[in-house]
């Protein structure tokens, strides 16, 4: 069994910057991709970035150009790097990874609230 659990988040300006991390306690090895949702108030969620276990990245639309995901040394670790931060990026970020061979997200962290105000 493995935990995600995120950190970083919390209240920044408009314009600022946040890093977001997320590590996994558990099967270091058994995790494959590994990725960034998130979900504001009465809205679906939607992805922002995943990275596989190869190092390939996909953005969603709205944050591409302003965020960056990646990998730490450790298998078990990714990060968001957040600029331009809009208030419109408000919304609760989970970080999710995914086993080997497998298509669907495995495991899913609680959550970390970022919010920006304008």
């Known amino acids: 069994q493995v935990q995600l659990v995120e950190s970083g988040g919390g209240l920044v300006q408009a314009g600022g910057s946040l890093r977001l991390s997320c590590a996994a306690a558990?099967?270091?090895?058994?995790?494959?991709?590994m990725g960034w949702y998130r979900q504001a108030p009465g809205k679906q969620r939607e992805l922002v970035a995943t990275?596989?276990?190869?190092?390939?990245?996909t953005y969603g639309g709205s944050v591409k150009g302003r965020f960056t995901i990646s990998r730490g040394n450790a298998t078990n670790e990714v990060s968001l790097q957040m600029n331009s931060l809009k208030p419109e990026d408000t919304a609760v970020y989970y970080c999710?990874?995914?086993?080997?061979?497998?298509?669907?997200?495995?495991?899913w962290g609680p959550g970390t609230q970022v919010t920006v105000s304008s």
């Open positions: 558990g099967s270091i090895f058994s995790i494959d991709a």
């Open positions: 990275i596989m276990s190869g190092g390939s990245t």
């Open positions: 999710a990874a995914s086993v080997p061979h497998t298509a669907a997200w495995t495991y």
